[in-house]
């Protein structure tokens, strides 16, 4: 399966640089990527405002039910490898419900490719490989 993430520059940075080794997503609904990526699928990764020009592999998922206390216990054990294990960075996650943690590997730069806006969104299930 394949998939497109949309990142904030200081995120999308650190995965290209090694030191974010782990794609967090956490929402109020069971919404994408939460039960719909695998090991093995391919997500394609975009700057916010740019174009995409990146791909890897799903290397491990992690989903959860989230509680305030799980939060916390994410934050601690994978907050410096998701990209910050400040408490005041995590304080609107605490009142998620769900989690998905991806762990990405073969991080490999790709010919840009042209996407329209998401509207908002910032991961997508894709139909098939971007062209």
């Not at 989230?66 to 216990?73: S, Y």
């Amino acid at each position: 399966m394949y998939h497109l993430a949309i990142l904030k520059p200081k995120y999308y940075k650190m995965i290209l640089d090694g030191s974010k080794p782990i794609e967090s997503r956490f929402s109020q609904n069971k919404i994408a990527p939460f039960g719909r990526v695998h090991i093995g699928d391919i997500v394609y990764l975009k700057c916010t405002g740019g174009m995409v020009d990146t791909m890897c592999v799903v290397d491990k998922v992690q989903y959860f039910n989230l509680t305030p206390e799980m939060v916390e216990d994410i934050r601690q054990k994978y907050g410096k490898q998701i990209g910050t294990d400040k408490p005041e960075e995590w304080a609107t996650t605490l009142n998620k419900k769900y989690g998905t943690l991806i762990w990405l590997k073969d991080v490999t730069k790709i010919n840009p490719i042209k996407v329209n806006r998401s509207c908002g969104n910032a991961w997508f299930v894709l139909d098939g490989e971007l062209k």
